[in-house]
């Protein structure tokens, strides 16, 4: 209390006036939010939607279904909640909350982190499939589909685990929330955002009617973690009702080039080959965590650049060693301040610490997928059917009507 | 080499000279039902095994979450506030808002307020009358109302529909008035991004979280 009366009274230039006509203060009407009980009823939503997708894309096999459960997951977490919150953002207020003490998080954010990775482990991408305001957008305009080219779409696949990475990193340095700040469709949800965002959302959407589902695809860094932890649902959709009777009819029709095909093609090679390539690859894993710990932590003081302290600390840096004048609003408002450079200086050596400290988990974390994921193609798995690709599908139901066969009740 | 076996009962089988891959694998396959029958295996095989361990394993951080966090999370939520006592007025919550126009808007602290004629905040610097007029305005917008309370006194309120929040009447008061107005965010308005974008820009580091229930911070509190 006494700190507020000091700088009160401090700017108090003019005396409080003694009015005589017995006039009364007007009230400052600063309005609330909705209460926190509207963040459980989201909750509640997203676990009601979750449960419909599940029993749609699993049990009723119901494309139609599943596009009405996305239309209603685009017009309530969508347009009516403009997009926050949102799973794809929550992923950063875990890490903000895991690696800082000064912070502590919502807990609707912590249940929509969990929810839907729960789902995931149950079910598969379910929340992809239609509950996801983000996914349901690029699911209802994707008029065309294209298949991309294996290769072009196994490096494009690439990019959402960098973008994981380097968002878990810059939120549990305090830095930034690259993944809401750069979300392309928040704009469009709010009819609201700065034009660069807009052009990238609706260019996004403009691919996604031949390209379907971009931003899932190729950007989406919740989307890394629901393909993880997809690939040991307990249950998954599949292409057919019953039994497979390699058909092959549906074989063209995923856009998302997540079909396995059965394993007709008979590839005849000597064992101890495969089997030395087996080790090569499992021998690699090791090698490119420990290259991408390396690379990362070299990197790291470029990387905290991303966070404003740094830079403003550079800019000073720069100012009073060379004499360049720094002019930026944050080095105009520094000075006024009254802070010393030293007190920056040393803030800037702790947050370069962190990066440092950090970066090279996000090197291992990349490593290890990269190398997994090389590791995975020298098992050859034996398959009588096709089935989706636990990791890749959507679970958004195209495929079901590619498929002949029926179950008779 | 065991970990080779262990996991992978296709690639394991044993090379026979001028027979093919294929040939033998089929063999390896052949023999899985006789092999579950023998070991009453809850596995189907060594692959599904594998399948329920990585379950496990990706599912332990993820159930241990709540556990981790559960110091670290609060019910009610927090939303974005400016500190006036951190803010410099440097305008930047007008544009850097997501929303049009910004949700950051000037609030008049009353008790605060000297009631002058000559006031720095409605007035434009070197005006050549006190007047009403226009030209004479500070406010951009004209979203400053003054009204004659009693001599010499004068009451200023903020229209909030006409505020932009360039904070602009904010700097004048905070320069040649008593500091009684002041930028705070309008929690009717904001939306609550997860990360406030007024925030990333912040030169003052003066937008901060605070708790859902008790959303603004007033200057006139005490």
């Known amino acids: 209390m ?7 009274y401090a700017q108090q230039r003019f005396p409080r006036p003694e009015f005589e006509s017995g006039y009364v203060y007007p009230a400052n009407q600063l309005l609330n939010q909705r209460g926190p009980v509207w963040e459980y009823m989201d909750v509640a939503v997203l676990i009601g939607a979750m449960l419909a997708t599940s029993w749609l894309a699993l049990k009723k096999r119901s494309r139609q279904g599943l596009i009405w459960v996305s239309a209603f997951s685009l017009a ?13 953002g929550s992923v950063q207020n875990i890490s903000l909350a895991l690696f800082n003490d000064n912070y502590s998080m919502p807990l609707s954010a912590l249940l929509f982190f969990m929810i839907p990775l729960l789902f995931a482990l149950a079910f598969g991408r379910v929340f992809c499939a239609g509950v996801c305001p983000l996914g349901a957008m690029q699911e209802l305009t994707g008029f065309k589909p294209v298949r991309i080219h294996k290769s072009v779409e ?62 899932c695809r190729y950007l989406c860094p919740y989307g890394v973690l629901q393909n993880i932890f997809s690939r040991f649902a307990y249950r998954h959709l599949t292409i057919t009702p019953a039994e497979c009777t390699n058909c092959r009819l549906c074989e063209e029709c995923c856009p998302y080039d997540a079909i396995i095909p059965s394993d007709t093609v008979q590839v005849k090679e000597r064992p101890e080959v495969s089997r030395k390539r ?30 404003s302290n740094v830079r403003l600390a550079r800019e000073i840096r720069l100012e009073t060693e060379k004499g360049v004048m720094a002019i930026s609003k944050a080095a105009v408002a520094f000075k006024e301040s009254g802070k010393t450079e030293n007190d920056l200086f040393i803030e800037e050596l702790q947050i370069t610490e962190r990066f440092r400290k950090g970066a090279p988990w996000v090197g291992i974390f990349l490593g290890l997928s990269l190398g997994i994921s090389l590791f995975g193609l020298t098992i050859r798995n034996v398959r009588t059917e096709y089935k989706p690709h636990q990791g890749r599908c959507f679970s958004c139901g195209k495929c079901f009507k590619y498929c002949p066969v029926e179950v008779k009740i | ?19 093919g891959f294929v040939k033998e694998r089929k063999t390896v396959q052949n023999s899985y039902p006789k092999m579950m029958d023998e070991k009453k295996n809850k596995y189907q095989s060594r692959r ?34 400016i500190d006036p006592f951190k803010c410099t007025q440097c305008g930047q919550c007008k544009t850097k808002c997501v929303l049009t126009p910004s949700a950051s808007k000037c609030t008049h602290a009353f008790p605060m307020c000297g009631y002058c004629d000559l006031c720095g905040a409605y007035l434009r610097q070197g005006v050549k009358t006190i007047s009403t007029g226009a030209e004479n305005q500070l406010c951009p917008t004209g979203a400053i109302k003054r009204r004659f309370v009693e001599e ?4 200023y309120t903020i229209d909030e529909k006409l505020c932009n929040g ?15 107005m002041y930028m705070q965010i309008r929690h009717n308005l904001c939306v609550n991004c997860n990360e406030c974008s007024i925030s990333r820009s912040c030169p003052s580091h003066a937008v901060i979280r605070v708790p859902a229930n008790d959303p603004y911070i007033r200057k006139d509190k005490s």
């Not at chain 1, 006494?2 to 009160?8: A, E, F, K, N, R």
């Open chain 2, 152 to 155: 010499p006194y004068f009451e």
């Open chain 1, 76 to 88: 309530y977490f969508g347009f009516y909640r403009q997009g926050c919150i949102c799973s794809v």
């Open chain 2, 1 to 19: 080499m065991f970990l080779a076996t262990e996991l992978l009962p296709v690639i394991i089988v044993p090379p026979a000279p001028g027979k």
């Open chain 2, 48 to 81: 599904d095994f594998v399948r329920a361990a990585g379950k496990l394993f990706v599912a332990a951080p993820v159930l241990a979450l709540p556990v981790i966090l559960a110091r670290k999370s609060s019910s009610a939520g927090f939303v974005w506030q």
């Open chain 2, 166 to 180: 360039c904070a602009k009447c904010v700097k004048g008061c905070a320069d040649f008035g008593n500091g009684s």
């Open chain 1, 154 to 215: 196994s490096v494009l696949a690439a990019i959402p685990f960098i973008y994981l990475g380097l968002a878990v990193l810059f939120a549990a340095t305090e830095s930034q929330f690259i993944i809401c700040r750069y979300d392309p469709f928040v704009g469009i949800f709010r009819l609201d955002a700065p034009y660069t965002m807009i052009i990238f959302g609706s260019l996004l959407l403009l691919a996604g009617i031949f390209v379907n589902r971009p931003y």
């Open chain 1, 278 to 307: 087996f080790l090569l690859y499992l021998l690699m894993i090791p090698v490119m965590a420990a290259a991408g710990a390396v690379v990362l932590y070299n990197l790291a003081p470029a990387l905290s650049t991303v966070n």
């Open chain 1, 2 to 8: 006494l700190v507020w009366h000091s700088i009160l």
